[in-house]
Nanobody
Framework: QVQLVESGGGLVQLGGSLRLSCVAS????????MGWYRQAPGKQRERVAA???????NYADSVKGRFTISRDNAKNTVYLQMNSLNPEDTAVYYC????????????WGQGTQVTVAS
């Protein structure tokens, strides 16, 4: 099992920045990738950014150039730096960890609310 705890959400003005953190614990050696997803009211959950075990990153087109995913292995923590925020970024942001063993397992954090005011 892997446990994920997010922090760093909040209310920010248009054009502002926030940094989300996700601390992983448990069987972290089984994690092959970690990422951030978001879900806005009435919309499906979408992947925002991901970082693979080897360090490769990828981003949704809507956040490229504005968001940066990174990790600190010593702290078992993944970050999402979000800059130039706009109201369309308002959502609950979820941390995800993926274990590819067998059929694959997704682990989720509890979510953190990000609200961008115009």
């Amino acid at each position: 099992q892997v446990q994920l705890v997010e922090s760093g959400g909040g209310l920010v003005q248009l054009g502002g920045s926030l940094r989300l953190s996700c601390v992983a614990s448990g069987n972290i050696f089984k994690i092959d990738a970690m990422g951030w997803y978001r879900q806005a009211p009435g919309k499906q959950r979408e992947r925002v950014a991901a970082i693979m075990r080897g360090g490769t990153t990828n981003y949704a087109d809507s956040v490229k150039g504005r968001f940066t995913i990174s990790r600190d292995n010593a702290k078992n923590t993944v970050y999402l730096q979000m800059n130039s925020l706009n109201p369309e970024d308002t959502a609950v942001y979820y941390c995800n960890a993926y274990d590819s063993t067998g059929t694959g397992t997704d682990y989720w954090g509890q979510g953190t609310q990000v609200t961008v005011a115009s």
